[in-house]
Each structure stands twice: as structure tokens, then as C-alpha cells.
């Protein structure tokens, strides 16, 4: 399994099959899509049908199930295995230049090329119409650096704006037909019904979180005062900023809109 790197297109759909490992353990794949409480009120679009044992299992318990899968042979191959399942769409075609439903609550649930990671999650956080839920297997370390651990980004701060985010399990190697050669885990993304902040206020918070990160909260060049930091964080009932920067999303939240109210 390789790790995330710029996306080819128009070389990827040839080789995408020896890129992934499959999950194929049927017991396995029931269990983590009961995490997901899916049931035949939800539709569920798949990112990669692969060989198509999750998809079997996501047919049964979803009322409608679309399926994308890149790769010409793994499609054709589930063309046979899927037949007899009249709730599936199965789509061929490129998922990174696939239309999500413009309209209607859906979930995701997916065994994704790890090498496209960040584009999958980019695409899925940043449509108009997100998804409610996003079920998604990734290799760990790319997990964690959308969580924020062990310290926070710009990006997994601007993620937490509009999603709850966690990691609902840890797979071990064998667990995959081939085995990987980095530790995998399945991460939910869970849309929240009212962003943290609207529109507006999400560009200004990215650029209050970049500047902090490259000058500081505080200091000659920061844009609030140690006094202003604590007394926000007080008032707040949060723990102080550690001294390498704000390490929780909450944290750095209250900050920025202390900082919003300083400078109206």
C-alpha cells in the first residue's frame, strides 16, 4: 500500500488494483459496518469496489448502495459477483472526478487507495452537500494528522469546523489480502449539524491559525496578549495554552473569537 502522494489520473486506473489491499474477512466486515448502524433507510456510496466483499455486505444492510470502482478489471469482475443485488449502482469511473449527490443525506463507507487519501477526504469535507457520515479505512499516520495528533494543523483545525472526527478501529495487518506495510484504522467523520463557524468566519479563522502557527498566539508578533489568552481561556473554563502553541481545537476556537471581539 503506498502512502499519500500527488494524484495521477491518467496513469492511476491502470496499476490502482496493486495499490490496494482488500479486506476480505467477512465476520470482519460485518463488524465495523455495524459501527456505521447502517440500515435499509440509508444509501451508501462506496469508494472502490474492489473485489466486492464489502460492497456484498453493504447491500444487504443499506437500502441503496452506489459503488465506484477506477479500475477496469475489478469492475468487470464485479459486475458477475454484484449481479444480484437490484439496490446496487455500480458506477466505472474515477471517484476523484465523480459528481456527489447534489441533494439528500447519504453516508460513505470505504476501503480507500491510501495513496489518494487526501484528495478523497478533501472532495468529500468540501462539497456544497456533504455527506452525513464518512466510514473511511486509511493507513494511520494519515489518520492522525486529520485529527490533529499529536498537535494540530490548519487543516485538521478547518476539518473540526464542520465534523466530528474519530478512530472507530484499528485493524491489524493480517487483517488484508496482501498485508500492508503500515498500520491501518477506520475513521469517522461525522457531519455536524451547525458549523462551529459560518463562512465568513471560517476564512478569517484559517488566517487567524496560520498566522499563530508561524509567529505565535502572543508575543511581538502575535495577534492577542498573554493576558488576552488567559483571560479568554479562563472565562472559558479551558486549561492555559501549553507553551509550544494550543494544541486543542476548543482552545484555539475561543481564542479566535476573542481576537474577533477585540477587533470589531
Given at each position: ?10 496513469d ?22 455495524r ?9 451508501v456510496?462506496?469508494?472502490?469496489t474492489?473485489k ?18 477506477i479500475d477496469?478489471k ?12 437490484t439496490?446496487?449502482?455500480?458506477v466505472?469511473?474515477d471517484?476523484l ?15 480507500i487507495?491510501?495513496?489518494i487519501?487526501?484528495?478523497i ?6 462539497v456544497?452537500?456533504?455527506?452525513a457520515e464518512i ?6 499516520g494519515a489518520?492522525?494528522?486529520f ?14 469546523v464542520?465534523?466530528?472526527m474519530?478512530i472507530?478501529y484499528h485493524?491489524?495487518?493480517?487483517d488484508?489480502h496482501?498485508?500492508?506495510?503500515v498500520?491501518?484504522?477506520?475513521v ?5 449539524q451547525?458549523?462551529d463557524?459560518?463562512?465568513?468566519e471560517?476564512?478569517e ?10 509567529y505565535?498566539i502572543?508575543?511581538?508578533?502575535g495577534?492577542l ?8 481561556l479562563?472565562?472559558?473554563g479551558?486549561?492555559h495554552a501549553?507553551?509550544?502553541g ?7 476556537l ?6 474577533r471581539?477585540?477587533?470589531?
Amino acid at each position: 500500500m503506498q502512502k499519500d502522494r500527488k494524484y495521477q489520473g491518467h496513469d492511476t486506473s491502470k496499476h490502482l488494483s496493486d495499490s490496494q489491499n482488500f479486506i476480505t474477512n467477512r465476520k470482519l466486515i460485518q463488524r465495523i459496518i455495524r459501527l456505521a448502524k447502517i440500515n435499509t433507510d440509508d444509501t451508501v456510496l462506496e469508494i472502490g469496489t474492489g473485489k466486492g466483499h464489502l460492497t456484498e455486505v453493504l447491500c444487504e444492510q443499506a437500502g441503496n448502495v452506489c459503488s465506484i470502482e477506477i479500475d477496469p478489471k475489478l469492475y468487470k469482475s464485479a459486475q458477475g459477483r454484484l449481479a444480484r443485488y437490484t439496490n446496487l449502482r455500480l458506477v466505472h469511473g474515477d471517484f476523484l472526478k465523480y459528481n456527489l449527490p447534489a441533494k439528500g443525506d447519504y453516508k460513505v463507507f470505504s476501503n480507500i487507495p491510501f495513496f489518494i487519501t487526501t484528495q478523497i477526504v478533501e472532495k468529500l469535507t468540501r462539497v456544497s452537500d456533504p455527506p452525513a457520515e464518512i466510514w473511511l479505512v486509511m493507513e494511520k499516520g494519515a489518520a492522525k494528522r486529520f485529527l490533529g495528533i499529536p498537535k494540530e494543523t490548519t487543516k485538521s483545525l478547518m476539518l473540526k469546523v464542520n465534523w466530528n472526527m474519530e478512530i472507530a478501529y484499528h485493524f491489524h495487518r493480517e487483517d488484508f489480502h496482501p498485508a500492508p506495510s503500515v498500520d491501518s484504522v477506520l475513521v469517522h467523520f461525522s457531519r455536524k449539524q451547525v458549523p462551529d463557524l459560518d463562512r465568513k468566519e471560517c476564512g478569517e479563522f484559517q488566517k487567524f491559525i496560520e498566522h499563530s502557527l508561524k509567529y505565535g498566539i502572543c508575543g511581538s508578533r502575535g495577534l492577542l496578549t498573554k493576558r488576552q489568552v488567559s483571560v479568554a481561556l479562563r472565562r472559558a473554563g479551558l486549561p492555559h495554552a501549553h507553551e509550544d502553541g494550543v494544541t486543542l481545537y476548543i482552545q484555539w476556537l475561543c481564542l479566535f473569537r476573542c481576537y474577533r471581539q477585540c477587533h470589531r
